[in-house]
């Protein structure tokens, strides 16, 4: 990567701060663009989910490794629950999609509790020996009794397919059936999975993040308190994908020493560690057994570490400096926080990052853990918290005595409830997938890249005014 005229300001820059310039192509087309990543952790698009408890969960880490991306589990999840988590993720089917299951029996009100944690909002009515009735949705439920049963408002006319039928072949079977969503059975006609139109296409565009054994991809962090080796002992025993050492103030001697305790134990899948912002606590994470940087101080939605204390640093200066240290060594950074549209992702990567941490942005959908909530004038929302948040900390701190408790709770660098909309128009982490990475295949071939590691080669950035942004954004409305 390369700047204008080849002159870096001397300033720090965020991504508000920057753009990318168009360079000769001869990529004839986004999807000639290959997103995968070098860094080892076998995604093949740029988008790690961050550790976040309002955002990581089952549900995410399932929807997003099946698009190739990879969900980090938030350090406070019991060991136990890791496990329970990471077996239930690697045994979903890597194209269709896990459904949710009731009975002709079970009443409206139960389907919608239910329909709101799917962004097709459909349940799947199955009998006895969960062989397909057919499906009830949040239409089929308005103006019926709450405690009416499903098996008299159930629509028995949803497509049923093989499980084994291609993605290409469900989807023209829908588009020909005028339905939104296959149910697939197995050979003893079981249901086994769910599938719209729209799925059926990305399983053709996305290749899912899997492993060895083709199970989906799955990462969990650990804090850099107490037994550090035992926890990652157990981590790594629930069958983890990727282990990230993780803590706000990444380069300290507690982090050094978690990760040489990490090393330990000897972990054959890659460990990333953080947060730093600096080409120096790079290095030495790097140096104390890291694979992967995690940068970024200030910069998410949830936190105010730059409110409170002054320390932090503009995003896409810290990812260009550490990313330039992890290369020397042949290692790599992800960038974390600060990604609010596409193009920040996008810039992220032209940086030298391998791929880009999202949090607060993908609580708004569906898939996040928390419940859907609708505001005062019927708006869809999910709360979302940081995780130095006086939320968090009450969470994370349940064992201490209520003394520890309450002096940890005066101290907080977080917001502890946020309403975080969902997007009418994008409502599933799958949407924001779908409009993130085609700004990222457009900008390689705005650059002329097939890869990401030519975007990075090939990127030219200039400097703009704020008032240079502000023209860059669309104005839907009219001026």
Known sequence: MQFLDGQRPPHDLTYDDVFLLPNRS??????????????????????VVA???????RRMAETVARR?????????V????????????????????????????????????????????AVVVVDANGKPVGIVDEAACTGVDRFARLGEVVDTAALTVA?????????????????????????????????TQVGALRAGIYRPATDAEGRLRVGAAIGVNGDVAAKAEAVLGAGVDVLVV??????????????????????????????????EGTRDLIEAGADVVKVGVGPGAMCTTRMMTGVGRPQLSAVLDCAAAARELGKHVWADGGVRHPRDVALALAAGA?????????????????????????????????????????????????????????????????????????????????????????????????????FHERAVLGVQSAAGFAEGRPLPAGW
């Not at 990529?27 to 740029?46: A, C």
């Not at 190739?68 to 406070?76: A, I, K, N, R, W």
């Not at 982090?255 to 460990?271: G, H, Q, W």
Request: proline share 6%; net charge negative; aromatic share 4%.
């Open 51 to 57: 550790n976040m408890t309002a955002v990581a969960g």
């Open 68 to 76: 190739g991306g990879l969900v980090v589990l938030p350090q406070d």
């Open 354 to 454: 391998s791929a880009a941490m999202v949090g607060s942005w993908f609580a708004g959908t569906h898939e996040s853990p928390g419940d859907l909530r609708y505001d005062e004038h019927g708006r869809p929302y999910k709360e979302s918290f940081g995780m130095a948040s006086k939320r968090a900390v009450g969470a994370r701190t349940r064992a201490d005595n209520s003394y520890e408790r309450a002096r940890k709770a005066l101290y907080e660098e977080g917001i502890s409830s946020s309403r975080m909309a969902l997007d009418p128009a994008r409502p599933g982490v799958e949407d924001l997938l779908d409009s993130i990475t085609a700004g990222v295949r457009s900008a390689c071939t705005y650059a002329g890249a097939r890869t990401l590691e030519e």
């Open 246 to 279: 993780d803590t706000a103030h990444g380069h300290q001697e507690k982090m050094l020493a978690a990760l040489k305790a990490v090393r330990s134990v000897s972990p054959t899948v890659p460990v990333v560690a953080g947060n730093v912002v600096t080409a």
């Open 163 to 195: 499980i084994a039928t291609p993605p290409r072949e469900v989807f023209d079977r829908l588009h020909e059936h005028g339905g939104r969503l296959a149910l697939g059975v197995d050979d003893e006609g079981r249901l086994a999975g769910v599938l």
């Open 26 to 47: 001869a990529v004839e087309s986004r999807f000639d663009v290959d997103l995968s990543t070098v860094d080892g952790t076998g995604t093949s698009i740029p988008i």
């Open 78 to 121: 019991d060991p136990v629950a890791v496990a329970d988590i990471t077996t239930w993720v690697k045994d979903r089917d890597p194209v269709w999609d896990t459904p949710l299951v009731l009975t002709p029996g079970d009443a409206v009100a139960d389907a919608l509790n239910l329909v709101g944690k799917r962004a097709h909002g």
